[in-house]
DNA sequence: ATGTATTTTAATGTATACATTACAAAATAC
DNA sequence: GTATTTTGTAATGTATACATTAAAATACAT
């Protein structure tokens, strides 16, 4: 007989750390330009060195911090000429999705799915809601790149949207909720239903470009 | 005064364990598919676990295999649809900097060089020396991709195209060398010297394509 | 003989101890 | 007082010891 118990979650300590210290970054507990003892940050996390080390190569390779030699680990600041270029990145990789999905027909449910969350984003926005707003605009991406039906793109997709997601938390105060997303978002889904891949592609490309735009500009007002 | 004396290298031992490692793997020295101890990697690369350990979470990061809480470090496949797909991507990532390229008015400089790499691979060809042959192919996409200006695509780039490597070294002896690749990158150049976007874009993309046919077919030959 | 419970074992995950070394401060020479 | 050498120290890099645990093996009962 099977005894039923609560599963308790065990996972990894040093998977723990990452998250912690990844959201530690994100969040902009680790001040951008400073450098932390592993020491220091281990402790503080609850963790010896050891898994606290491997969270740091982990994070290192995502690029959101450096292990510098003899001087602790260093929070890289995201300047903005770098974050538009991954915002161009980013702004390709949609394209290629985008003409990828209008080379099939479209499934009607994705689309129905797509309505619904620019609905939610539009809903949010009246309530002045702006985590769900984000969390609907995350949505919408999403399930455009997932129309393209190829996982390598959409897990790379999904790795530059987390690129440029520290630089949407860095600036989510600040910032004015663009309005014209949801109508953008309105005119892309409507190209989409007509096989439109030209319309389609451009109005998202002009999506990226404003959004790159405002946040660069941001980002360069914030840092020196 | 400083005294001159013969710069030893000394990087860190993880960082040479990782250089080992991953050509172990490249060079299929470690068997697709097979489960190695950690002890015993360490042993046979001169080091302890911990610099072992730290090589594994990055190649685990790029891909190359998976760490098994209890069976070993499993080395993954490369499977023939997921190679298709990282083709598809590197592809699109290809055509998005020629359309950046062609933009902007070209540098002859980097045409020149373009044209200088494939002649070296038209020689290698005639000398049947596949090794000067692949390092020039190389040459090529990572000039024609440096034409976009956008460090993080051409990095990006760069990660695709090694995950396409691999494939390439398990292959290299069994495909006959494309011969048609030469006229192709010719039919690229010309297109860039004319500022002809529509067709340096579809060159390439055919180009693509039919390597990746090529080298899909033969993975699903050697893989189960 | 088969299925269940218990013990053993072997491998990872984590903590810690030790070695190495770049940087800085102090000391000495001029 | 400045420059150079020496020494000290603090942090990482590496090795190792220990804890944990999933799976295999064994024992046992039915």
Chains 1, 2 share one sequence.
């Not at 007989?1 to 210290?21: C, E, G, I, N, P």
């Not at 330009?33 to 606290?52: H, I, M």
């Not at 209008?102 to 689309?111: A, Q, R, T």
């Not at 004015?176 to 490309?205: C, F, M, W, Y």
């Amino acid at each position: 007989m099977t005894r039923t118990m609560t599963v308790v979650k065990k996972s990894k300590l040093s998977d723990q750390v990452f998250q912690k210290l990844r959201f530690m970054v994100l969040d902009n507990q680790l001040k951008v330009g400073n450098y932390y003892l592993e020491q220091e940050l281990a402790e503080q996390l609850g963790s010896s060195r050891t898994p606290l080390r491997e969270a740091a190569i982990r994070l290192e390779q995502e690029g959101l911090l450096e292990i510098v030699p003899r001087r602790g680990i260093y929070i890289k600041p995201i300047l903005a000429p770098q974050m538009a270029e991954i915002y161009q990145v980013l702004s390709w990789l949609e394209t290629a999705a985008i003409s990828i999905a209008c080379s099939k027909p479209v499934d009607p449910d994705k689309i129905a799915e797509l309505e619904r969350v620019t609905n939610n984003m539009i809903e949010a926005l009246e309530h002045d809601d702006l985590v769900a707003w984000a969390e609907n605009d995350n949505l919408f991406h999403q399930i455009l790149i997932s129309l393209s039906q190829n996982n390598e793109l959409i897990s790379l997709v999904n790795s530059y949207w987390e690129k440029t997601n520290r630089a949407r938390m860095l600036t989510l105060r600040i910032r004015k909720p663009p309005v014209q997303s949801s109508q953008e978002h309105r005119s892309v889904i409507e190209a989409l239903k007509q096989g439109d891949v030209e319309t389609a592609i451009a109005i998202n490309t002009q999506h990226r470009a404003r959004a790159s735009g405002e946040l660069t500009n941001l980002l360069e007002a914030i840092n020196p």
